[in-house]
Structures are given as structure tokens and as C-alpha cells.
């Protein structure tokens, strides 16, 4: 749509475009299970050729669908401000029994190019002024069948036996909130850009388990409240140029998060005695890794990678470590639980760039991540059994110095706090490392009559640990699954250091 004044200045709506799509996802997965003894036949795998006298079987089945309809729109006005709504609703079998079986979720999002309203009024070394705002709202089903009455099945005792969980046909989506709003920028001739966000999101309805009361015949009731808020900044600024023949482009980024828990379950009606609950804190992690690791805890005004332990080496009423006048040896103590630190960095960082000269360009990515706190259940294992480097220098130099009370033994010593990997196994996860380096050339398509481009590269990546003092891969994780499993080494694999070779043609 274009129209034009009477001052013959053109104004437009430079965009419309609008969308709508169907969805359909669904997984359904059945499953039979028997394990025993072969019966008379041998080598001959059957279900009837299982031996009834012992024998373990099982059988599963999970259905889940999801229907959603999507739609959006786009608005622009003269290349200066643009506006996008989209809108969704889904239904989801994860629901069924509740009285809501759907929700609606929606998102605006706008954004004003100053520079192409102010064209000539910037000064001259702005060359691109953009801010952007949106807000956006997201919801997640909870996992399936906890609205409906399910037997559990012992595979021990090969029965069907009463949930341990009492079903809840009142629960709702996981809500989450969000708003962000940013500004983009370049600088002298675009050879500077500067990129800024700020966000905030909260969210709602998280799924509690609480204690049930014994003669309910359950452990535990479900309960839908809480309150989890992260707020951050990412910031990057990059430089790019070329001279004759030489590029160059470089740029730092820079993130910082906060997470805050606003509110538990504390003060939310138990849907089985309507009385309010009360949650000083919440359990999100038991030992992480081996017994006596430390636990993550959920207090309102702590964040959700907080960890604690409650045991440590005996200490005198001087605060000295005790020391038994006997036999001369340490023991543990179990004490309240303690905040040790957190999982969660304080902020990460990242620097990359390229050099070129003609058809030959070198690039590399250094990135780091700055504060937070892992464990090392791999090195307390090895300790105890004296096979660590650490351990080996305490035998040699005839023991191990405590706080205030001499020497102890060395075997003593690593026995006793190798089973509190949460007071002695925890390491600064700061870590630095030169995480991608590429040199490739390109053979123009000139000399390959124009056809296409043929580039060849050598590339490596997780090159070279730069910094780092806990005694593993503070970014590896045991658990792909569970967020409250991170930054725990048990026994796993190193990280890995790859090298690669490519060639990519471009027509």
C-alpha cells in the first residue's frame, strides 16, 4: 500500500504478511518385558520358553498427543517500524482428565530504525540506530498421566502396586513470561557494531511434590505454584574492516544471567486438606554424585543452582580440626546444612575473529565461563584408595597438616573426607579455553571456469584448556537430562579434542 502527500513525500506500508499453520505431534510407544531363566529349551529365546519359578516381567504403554494451531503477523511502515504478533493454541493429551485441556500463548514484538527516521539529523559516525522490544508468553504440559489414577508396576515382586504419587486433575501449563528489550547499533562507516539486551522472564505453576498424610494411601501429593525468575544482559561488540587485500573482523560477547527464586510452594493450599503449605525449602537435588555430595536446595531468595552440605571434618570448639588424642586419627561431623556456593556461572564471555589475506583466512573462538562451583566425586574415590597424585604427595611428606592440630595420617585423612565430597571436592568452575581454530583457503571459481567455489579447511575444536583449576571439564556434564545434575565429574568421560578436515563447494 503506497500513497504520497501533497509535499510528494512517500509513506508506505512496506510489509504485510500474515501466516497460520496446523500441527500434529504424535508418539505413542508400547512395550513387553520378561527376564528369567530359559525353561527346557536351550538357546531357544521365547516367552513361553521362560521359567515360571523365576521370572521378572513388565509391560508399558505411553500415548501423547499435541494439536496446535499457529498464526502470525507482520506490519512495517516505511522501512522505520516494524510490528509482529503471533498468537498460538494447543491441546495436549497430557491434560486429559483436567477441565482445560488446551492453552493459548501469545507474543509482540516491535522495533523502530531510528537511523531511517533521522537520517540527516545523526551524527555522522552513527551509521545504523535500531531499538527492538517484545514481550512473549509460553506454556509447557506437565508430564503424563499424573491427572489420572495410575498403578505402579514392582518389578521385584512382579505385582502391581497402589502410586506412590496421588494424581491432581487440576493442574495447569507451566506459564512462562517474558520481556526483552535491545538496542542495535554500528558505528564509522559499519565498521563497529554494538548489540544490548535486556530480559526478564518468570515462571509459573512449577509441580511440586509435598508429603501426603498416611491414611491417604499415597507419599506424596502434587501441588502447582512457585515463582522462578531470570533477568540478564548479553552484550557483543564487534570490529570489521578490510584493507587491499587483508580482512579483519573481531568481536567479545558478554552474558550475565540471574536467577531468583520469588516464591515455593510456602503459603499454597494443599489440594488434599485445602490447609496452606509450608516450605521453608525445597529438596530439587538428594546427594549429587556419591553419598555426601553436596544437595541443591530451593529457598525463597536463592537460586536454583544453590548447593549445601551439612557434614564436615570435627572441629574443636576453638575451631581447630579435632584429632583423637588416642589414636591420633579424624572423624567427620554432621552440622546444619550450609551454603557452600552455586552451580551457576556468574557470567561467560566469548572472543572470535578472522584474519584474511586474498583467499587464505584464519578464524578462532576463545570462550570462557567466569564463577560457580563443581565436584569432583572422581577425585575423592581416587584419593581414598591412594591412587591420586594428592594423595601420593601427602605419603611422602609423611601425612597431612590439619588446621591447628599437626600432621595426620595420610590414609586416615583421605578415607575420612573422601566421603564429603561436599565440603572437601569443590572446585572453581572458571574456565578459559581456545574452543574453535580454522584455516582455510578458497580456490575462486576463475580457476575452475567459473563453475564454483572450492574451499578447503583445517579445523579443531577444544583445542586448548587456557585456565582451568578443578581437576576436570567444568563445562562436561554426567546428565543430558537433569538440570540439577550439572557440574558433577563422576567417573565420566573426558571432554574431547577433535580435528577435522573439509571441503565445501559453493555453485
Known sequence: ????????????????????????????????????????????????????????????????????????????????????????????????????????????????????????????????????????????????????????????????????????????????KSWEAGLSAKFFNNTVGLEVTYYKANTFNQTFQIPASASSGYKNNLVQTGNIQNSGIEASLNYNNTWGNWKFNTGVTWSWNKNEIIALANGALDPETGKPIEMEYYTASGCLGMSGGPTIRLYEGGSMGDLYYNKRLRQSANGYIWKDPQTGKVMDETIDYYKVGSVLPKFNMGWTGSLGWKNIQLSWAVTGRFGGQVVSDTQALLDRYGVSETSAIARDNGGVEIYGNGMVDAKNYYEVISQMPGAYYIYDATNIRLADLTLSYTLPRTKLNNVCDLTFSLTGKNLWMIYCKAPFDPESTSSTTNNFYQGVDYFQQPSIRSYGFNVKVSF
Open 1 to 176: 500500500i503506497e500513497y504520497e502527500d501533497d509535499e510528494r513525500k512517500r509513506y508506505a506500508v512496506s510489509g504485510i504478511f500474515q501466516s497460520y499453520y496446523y500441527q500434529l505431534n504424535d508418539m505413542l510407544e508400547e512395550s513387553d518385558h520378561f527376564e528369567g531363566d530359559l525353561a527346557s529349551l536351550p538357546n531357544f529365546f521365547s516367552f513361553g520358553n521362560i521359567s515360571s519359578l523365576k521370572n521378572k516381567r513388565s509391560d508399558a504403554e505411553w500415548h501423547d498427543q499435541t494439536q496446535s494451531v499457529f498464526g502470525n503477523l507482520e506490519l512495517g511502515w516505511d522501512r522505520q517500524v516494524y510490528l509482529t504478533v503471533t498468537g498460538r493454541n494447543d491441546w495436549t493429551s497430557m491434560l486429559a482428565f483436567t477441565d482445560k485441556m488446551s492453552y493459548f500463548y501469545p507474543s509482540v514484538g516491535g522495533s523502530w530504525i531510528i537511523s531511517e527516521t533521522f537520517n540527516d539529523r545523526l551524527p555522522e559516525f552513527i551509521s545504523y540506530l535500531k531499538v527492538r522490544g517484545s514481550w512473549a508468553e509460553v506454556a509447557s504440559s506437565p508430564s503424563r498421566y499424573l491427572t489420572r489414577m495410575q498403578y505402579s508396576y514392582n518389578d521385584q515382586t512382579n505385582q502391581y502396586e497402589w502410586p506412590s504419587i496421588h494424581y491432581n486433575t487440576n493442574l495447569r501449563p507451566e506459564n512462562t
